[in-house]
């Protein structure tokens, strides 16, 4: 036993010696996940002072209240290197401190490839070592040059390829990155060999002034001796014209589709070298490939491709390519070059055909019905037919009328040698899919479907290899309706998002619209790795920031269009503020300090063009454009148009609440005379709308509307006791349980009764699932019943004539709408693992450092949802029956939380139990005391408060 203490005594002090010594032993623990900017081993990151974040990985459940005392990062160019001191790159120091996310670092170069190792101490173990992870930062400019085909006309899809000689190369130590800056789509192939199975690269940008670079580690394709690379280009949105406001080419895409790019070699101890760049050394020549149709609102076309001049080893070493044309330069100047950090978009869950009806004849039209409505592409099998016969594939989200695609989305398949059997899969398009037309082949084609996005697929567990936007949470609770509605809710989410943009829907208009993302934005802020997504599209909107769409006569300084990057659409305050809305959620959600320094000038932009619109404090329409100043969109009782005072309502609320975040983020980035001029703003817009709009006699802001009462609230100018009283009665009373909220009004109803459920007024909770439970329309469910997989464009139409006061009360419905999938109705999505599944965000302090565990006062067996935080998995799970009330709940290394349990009576918190003790003697847990929640009609409800740190948690009380 002596020598045993001595031993572990000794190993303490080495250990505790290595963390303060300047290096690490080469080898390191997997329980130490190190990412930097949120990525594993990211490749050209667009900075030399990138962030690092560490956690420990696992949960050890006989280990509680463990926290980080001490931290210290190497970076180092080689791994050797990390354990030279005198060769490291950064070195920390030892750092006496619990932070672990985003920790920058400093004195790193433009154009290295490096290696992070992180170690740290805490109150449990005296020493964790993380493994080296590769990154590396993007050169600061590129030697390559724009190049494509000469002559372009804009919708072809040209093939470009060029070789090199290899001298020097070992395969299991030297590095090879590609970087590819594409002016539309690309997909990279090395000696014949596609590199990814990544598709329709790189995400979209406001190609005028941005265009992105991926970058490629193609080190598994390049061989000693003769490399060959190829490019195939599409041109993607670079021919995307606007209708609203009209611009035929926005892009100014002339002779696009263009490529720059170039392949770098890393030896593993020596200098990187650029071997190739493009240039008009360069070949060139069309490909199989263009495309047809335009690419713009209600038409986007899809791919031709002719098989008789496929060419499979175009991209080979062994392709003789004297034939083909010299690359043309073109210039491209004043666009700026920037890494595509956001996850791929790829092919994800596959689709099946419901039924296939083909008819009789020997030229075939084959009709098709897919399982479910997706985004994405069909790969068909077994086409058949004469040389140059043409096989058109149409797509439609309803029954294809007399063979007319929908919105023109067709693809044409030429064929060439009569006796074999085709094979088609789009490259360059994608389409919204429920129903299929093929015509044209002689015996009966074979279908597949895939969705095509950059989430990955929903059913992806914790652990998944996929490579995409990864899943954060999970939810499952002993209601099925309640998880149909969150799964639904996540299909739709995922199917909006594809090359990198998310859209209100993708087969009619396909716009980024900032205002339709503001009902998913929760939602997926806490179900999928979001933040890089909602960082690139942050750089979206400040590209388009003061273009002059809906500001005729009126000074365009700091105004936001709807639609970004594409600009097109009308809309209002409700979507331009998406630039304030967004980073906020991001910095609360992530504690990610960085975005709101790259919004903050922007924001304040935004509220002086709006304080331009303001008398006394009043906002209101700044010119007479139809499609500037809308306010909810598309509620049960219909749309508030830009120049009804319903509008006035919501926007002089959105505008109040938009202000108040500015204020918090002047605060939190040291600003405080902005933050006061912002607090004085506040203050007279506050005294505006209660001047123009409330009703004090019935408590009302308009009338009792469910979107007029909950933004008065969410803009912090209404009486909340008073005001969130008439919220329930409209909505238990008035409404009969029934939503009547539009695509603004459900999210901030969500967003407002989830958000408070657990704190002031009382629990929120049962009116979320009131609403959610609601069979008759209009509703989720009502929606469910008449067929929809996903969220429709509306609720539905009502006929009545007069219309009724509440639309549950109509005879004459019609649920849904003509368009099958899109975001307007997914607000409610942010609620179930929040909600329902009882894991909340401290609301004061960002990033889930400190969570709040609860069961909701619905009724409702059971449920459980994990999140997986920045500092690990966040899980909690409940059930409640008429004798017993139980909660299992964990939390990371690192973090700390609030277990707000129910109990009955005020001394009940005596006998609530924690792994069979009483819990106020459970090692780690903490009494804080009792807490009351009062609601309108029902019995106050207690809670006692229990403080606990990380580890697992099993809570009970016998009633």
Known sequence: MMQFSLWLFLWVIANLAELSSGTFTESGSSELKVTVEYLSSPLALNTTTPRVSWRVEGLNVTVRDEIQTSYKINVASSKANLRDEEHLSYNSGNVTSNMSQLVPLQGLQWGKVYYVQVAISTTKQPLIISAAMQFSIAPETYKGKYIGLANSNGSECPWLRTSWTQANWNASTDLSIAYIGSFGYHELYINGQKVSEDVLAPAVS???????????????????????????????????????????????????????????????????????????????????????????????????????????????????????????????????????????????????????NCSKSSVKLCEYKMEQVFTGWVHVSGLQGTRGTVITIRASTTDLPNGVAQYNMEHQVILGDGSKSYAFEPRFSYHEVLFLEINGSTSTPVVTGYRVGNIVSINASPNTKEQGRQRRAWFHSSDSDLNTIYNVSLWTMANLVTGGISVDCPHRERLGYIGDAHTTLETALINTDAVLFYKKWLYDIIDIQGYPAHTAGVDPTGYIPHTAPTIDGGGGPGWSGFVVVMPWQ??????????????????????????????????????????????????????????????????????????????????????PSDANEMGKLAKLMEFAINAKFYNPANNTYLDSLQTHLIMPLVSGAANKTVIERALRNEIVNNQAGHIDTGLHGTYFLTKYLTDTSNKGFG?????????????????????????????????????????????????????????????????????????????????????????????????IESAMAKYDSMYGMIENSWMKSNTIVAMNCSLPTNTKGIVFFPINGVSDWKLVKESGNPATHAEGVHYLGTTTISVPTQQDRLQAMFAIGSGNYNFFLSK
């Open 763 to 859: 629990h929120q909770d049962d009116l979320l699932y009131t609403i959610a439970k609601q069979s008759s329309h209009p509703g989720y469910l009502s929606l469910l019943s008449t067929g929809y997989t996903t969220w429709p464009e509306a609720w539905g139409t009502c006929f009545d004539k007069p219309l009724p006061t509440a639309m549950y009360k109509c005879k004459n419905w019609q649920s849904g709408s003509a368009s099958l999938l899109h975001g307007t109705l997914n607000g409610l999505g942010q609620w179930f693992v929040s909600g329902v599944g009882g894991i909340r965000r401290a609301p004061s302090i960002p990033g889930y450092q400190e969570t709040h565990f609860h069961i909701p006062n619905i009724p």
């Open 586 to 671: 991001v910095y609360m959600q992530f504690e990610d300090l960085e975005i709101l320094q790259l919004a903050y000038p922007h924001q304040k932009q935004l509220i002086s063009f709006w304080n331009r619109s303001m008398d006394n404090g009043l906002f209101h329409a700044w010119n007479h454009d139809n499609w500037a100043f809308l306010g909810d969109w598309l509620t049960p009782h219909g749309s508030e148009g830009s120049f009804t005072i319903e509008a006035q309502l919501f926007n002089a609320n959105y505008a109040l609440y938009c202000v108040n975040i500015v204020q918090k983020v002047a605060n939190i980035l040291g600003y």
């Open 206 to 356: 406001d190609l005028a002034k941005r265009v992105l670079v991926r970058p490629y580690d193609i080190s598994k394709y390049v061989t000693k001796g003769t490399n060959t690379i190829g490019i195939w280009l599409g041109p993607g949105w670079t021919m995307f014209s606007s209708v609203n406001p009209k611009v035929n080419d926005l892009f100014n895409a002339t002779n696009a589709p263009l490529v720059l790019g170039e392949v770098q070699i890393i030896p593993e101890n020596g200098e990187t070298s650029t071997v190739i760049a493009t240039d008009e050394t360069w070949k060139a020549s069309q490909s199989d490939t263009v495309h047809i149709g335009a690419w713009h609102n209600s038409d986007f076309g899809g791919d031709l491709v002719d098989t008789r001049l496929s060419i499979p080893n175009w991209s080979s070493p062994s392709f003789d390519d004297s034939k083909w044309q010299s690359a043309t330069i073109f210039d491209l100047q004043g666009r700026r070059l920037q890494t595509d950090l956001i996850e791929p978009t790829q092919k994800r869950e596959i689709i099946l055909a419901d039924f296939v």
